[in-house]
């Protein structure tokens, strides 16, 4: 049922528009004096800051805690390069790092420090975990894969039909559940395993003969996809039931792309990114379309990808001859509320939000800086007169993020209210009452006056009169209620108006014998 649901939430996402990213900004956080491809990289989930990364040929596992800004090496045990990484999906801040060697390394800081942990025989390719923060998987290069169910502290062989594996993911939310498929370039079988890695499977077959690089699970029960770096063929596959069938899922990569990564952003259980020899690539509805993110990177081949998610989001990628790029674009993820008049008070959330120095937020091209407040994952900002409808979007010195919708709605009209007291058209032998409603608009604004009536029975709709500016009206209550002994007046205006009742007493032998006036309660 779960897979079911995100499916069918996937398909209803819009995807981002390539506009929205053209602009995207990214600054250098490469490892001094490293020239070795970065074949693999970390960043924790949540975080901004502690990332490690895997150099080619590199004896030497490199990690930051503050960004990429400094990094610290920490040597492998056996004196053989760093081949592969793998983030705890349900401990915060664990690692693990495997070397040529097969040794394995945990650390449970984010890469701040790491230890040995174990050693299995086979020649190793590729690891994860699973959701079971116990569960790791690693396959070889043999007729063989190696499993943990004590966190990397020991592995246990079995037998297997995988070959030249090094594409492995674990199920982020179904424990014991892994992925995997063949490095060989034949017609390439998805293997699965229900187990935590002691049973295989093949689940489904890819439609063309591809050479698999990378497999990337989404949360929540979502879609599985395979990366390939098989030219002529499409750049990435996707599977919807969980590896039993596979379609091609490449639309928005150029023509004869290669990805080598893939990563899935805890931000949200549809955005996923692709490290590709066209550069980088995201797509915000599971996989099904794609969009090119690498505004200012240089043209290079990205060989690996990491994105942190959380309200702090960050996406690290990793270039064949040794670069480090962090994404640093504002990225929006919602509006609250999505609808309102000018000057009412919006919050939008994201990440890469900045602060207000040289930043400003646009409704569909309005551009105002009066907010009430602003921090790098939230802004409250008022709604500017003359906004229209559309896409709102934040810019900051770093680029301009994508746009969330917000219609502007016609605000309730301000409605002023007077209250007069009882009067008289009664009508005697003796005599017979006059009673005036006289409105008065001392405003440079036309004003729409609504008039009803009183009587203890129900209200009775008076006149609508039409001040024009700076003028007076007086209005007869017996023109519509006539030889009534006691009526009260509402004076209702959508401009400041000032109300006021006059009454009189006719006589046969005197008019207007006597006069009274009082003037109205307003509210």
């Given at each position: 049922?779960?897979?079911?649901?995100?499916?069918?939430?996937?398909?209803?996402?819009?995807?981002?528009?390539?506009?929205?990213?053209?602009?995207?900004?990214?600054?250098?956080?490469?490892?001094?004096?490293?020239?070795?491809?970065?074949?693999?990289?970390?960043?924790?989930?949540?975080?901004?800051?502690?990332?490690?990364?895997?150099?080619?040929?590199s004896n030497n596992l490199y990690?930051?805690?503050?960004?990429?800004?400094?990094?610290?090496?920490?040597?492998?045990?056996?004196?053989?390069?760093?081949l592969a990484l793998a983030e705890s999906k349900s401990i915060p801040g664990e690692f693990f790092a495997l070397d040529s060697n097969v040794d394995t390394y945990r650390s449970s800081n984010g890469g701040g420090s790491w230890s040995l942990t174990s050693t299995f025989a086979s020649p190793g390719f590729s690891f994860d975990t699973g959701s079971d923060p116990d569960s790791l998987v690693a396959t070889t290069s043999l007729?063989?894969?190696?499993?943990?169910?004590?966190?990397?502290?020991?592995?246990?062989?079995?037998?297997?039909?995988?070959?030249?594996?090094?594409?492995?993911?674990?199920?982020?939310?179904?424990?014991?559940v892994f992925y995997a498929a063949e490095q060989a370039p034949l017609t390439a079988p998805v293997f699965r395993s229900d187990d935590g890695g002691q049973n295989w499977v093949v689940c489904g077959v890819f439609p063309n003969a591809v050479h698999v690089t990378s497999i990337s699970v989404f949360p929540y029960g979502g879609p599985v996809l395979a990366a390939t770096d098989t030219l002529?063929?499409?750049?990435?596959?996707?599977?919807?039931?969980?590896?039993?069938?596979?379609?091609?899922?490449?639309?928005?990569?150029p023509p004869g792309t290669r990805v080598f990564s893939l990563a899935v952003s805890g931000l949200s259980p549809y955005i996923a990114y692709a490290a590709t020899d066209s550069g980088i690539f995201a797509s915000y509805d599971c996989g099904t379309s794609w969009s090119d993110i690498s505004g200012d990177l240089p043209s290079k081949t990205y060989r690996s990808v990491s994105a942190s998610g959380?309200?702090?989001?960050a996406v690290f990628v990793g270039t064949?001859?040794?670069?480090?790029y962090r994404s640093i674009s504002p990225f929006l993820t919602g509006i609250d509320p999505d609808s309102g008049s000018t000057g009412d008070l919006v919050t939008l959330s994201g990440v890469n939000l900045g602060s207000r120095a040289g930043s400003h937020?646009?409704?569909?091209?309005?551009?105002?800086?009066?907010?009430?407040?602003?921090?790098?994952?939230?802004?409250?900002?008022?709604?500017?007169?003359?906004?229209?409808?559309?896409?709102?979007?934040?810019?900051?010195?770093?680029?301009?993020?994508?746009?969330?919708?917000?219609?502007?709605t016609s605000p309730e009209p301000t409605l002023y209210n007077w209250y007069l007291a009882e009067g008289s058209t009664g009508i005697s032998e003796e005599g017979n009452f006059e009673t005036w409603v006289l409105v008065q608009n001392p405003g440079d604004q036309s004003a729409d006056v609504e008039i009803t009536y009183m009587t203890g029975e129900e209200p009775v709709d008076g006149p609508v009169?039409?001040?024009?500016?700076?003028?007076?009206?007086?209005?007869?209550v017996a023109d519509t209620l006539d030889n009534v002994w006691s009526v009260s007046t509402k004076v209702t205006s959508n401009q400041p108006v000032i109300a006021e009742r006059s009454m009189y007493w006719n006589t046969p032998g005197v008019y207007r014998q006597a006069a009274h006036d009082s003037i109205g309660v307003s509210q």
């Amino acid at each position: 049922m779960a897979l079911a649901i995100l499916v069918a939430a996937c398909a209803t996402v819009t995807p981002v528009g390539q506009a929205a990213y053209e602009q995207a900004h990214w600054v250098e956080r490469s490892i001094p004096g490293v020239a070795g491809g970065i074949i693999d990289i970390q960043v924790q989930a949540g975080t901004t800051e502690r990332v490690t990364a895997v150099v080619s040929v590199s004896n030497n596992l490199y990690s930051s805690q503050n960004g990429g800004t400094t990094w610290t090496p920490t040597p492998s045990t056996s004196g053989t390069p760093f081949l592969a990484l793998a983030e705890s999906k349900s401990i915060p801040g664990e690692f693990f790092a495997l070397d040529s060697n097969v040794d394995t390394y945990r650390s449970s800081n984010g890469g701040g420090s790491w230890s040995l942990t174990s050693t299995f025989a086979s020649p190793g390719f590729s690891f994860d975990t699973g959701s079971d923060p116990d569960s790791l998987v690693a396959t070889t290069s043999l007729a063989a894969t190696w499993y943990s169910n004590d966190r990397a502290s020991s592995w246990i062989s079995v037998a297997s039909p995988l070959v030249n594996s090094e594409a492995v993911a674990g199920d982020p939310d179904t424990a014991d559940v892994f992925y995997a498929a063949e490095q060989a370039p034949l017609t390439a079988p998805v293997f699965r395993s229900d187990d935590g890695g002691q049973n295989w499977v093949v689940c489904g077959v890819f439609p063309n003969a591809v050479h698999v690089t990378s497999i990337s699970v989404f949360p929540y029960g979502g879609p599985v996809l395979a990366a390939t770096d098989t030219l002529a063929v499409d750049a990435l596959y996707r599977s919807n039931d969980g590896g039993l069938s596979w379609t091609a899922s490449a639309t928005g990569f150029p023509p004869g792309t290669r990805v080598f990564s893939l990563a899935v952003s805890g931000l949200s259980p549809y955005i996923a990114y692709a490290a590709t020899d066209s550069g980088i690539f995201a797509s915000y509805d599971c996989g099904t379309s794609w969009s090119d993110i690498s505004g200012d990177l240089p043209s290079k081949t990205y060989r690996s990808v990491s994105a942190s998610g959380g309200q702090l989001g960050a996406v690290f990628v990793g270039t064949d001859d040794g670069k480090i790029y962090r994404s640093i674009s504002p990225f929006l993820t919602g509006i609250d509320p999505d609808s309102g008049s000018t000057g009412d008070l919006v919050t939008l959330s994201g990440v890469n939000l900045g602060s207000r120095a040289g930043s400003h937020v646009s409704f569909a091209g309005i551009d105002t800086t009066d907010c009430a407040s602003w921090s790098d994952d939230r802004i409250e900002v008022y709604v500017p007169e003359g906004a229209q409808s559309g896409g709102v979007t934040v810019t900051t010195p770093e680029g301009r993020s994508n746009a969330v919708d917000f219609t502007i709605t016609s605000p309730e009209p301000t409605l002023y209210n007077w209250y007069l007291a009882e009067g008289s058209t009664g009508i005697s032998e003796e005599g017979n009452f006059e009673t005036w409603v006289l409105v008065q608009n001392p405003g440079d604004q036309s004003a729409d006056v609504e008039i009803t009536y009183m009587t203890g029975e129900e209200p009775v709709d008076g006149p609508v009169p039409e001040l024009d500016p700076n003028t007076r009206q007086s209005v007869n209550v017996a023109d519509t209620l006539d030889n009534v002994w006691s009526v009260s007046t509402k004076v209702t205006s959508n401009q400041p108006v000032i109300a006021e009742r006059s009454m009189y007493w006719n006589t046969p032998g005197v008019y207007r014998q006597a006069a009274h006036d009082s003037i109205g309660v307003s509210q």
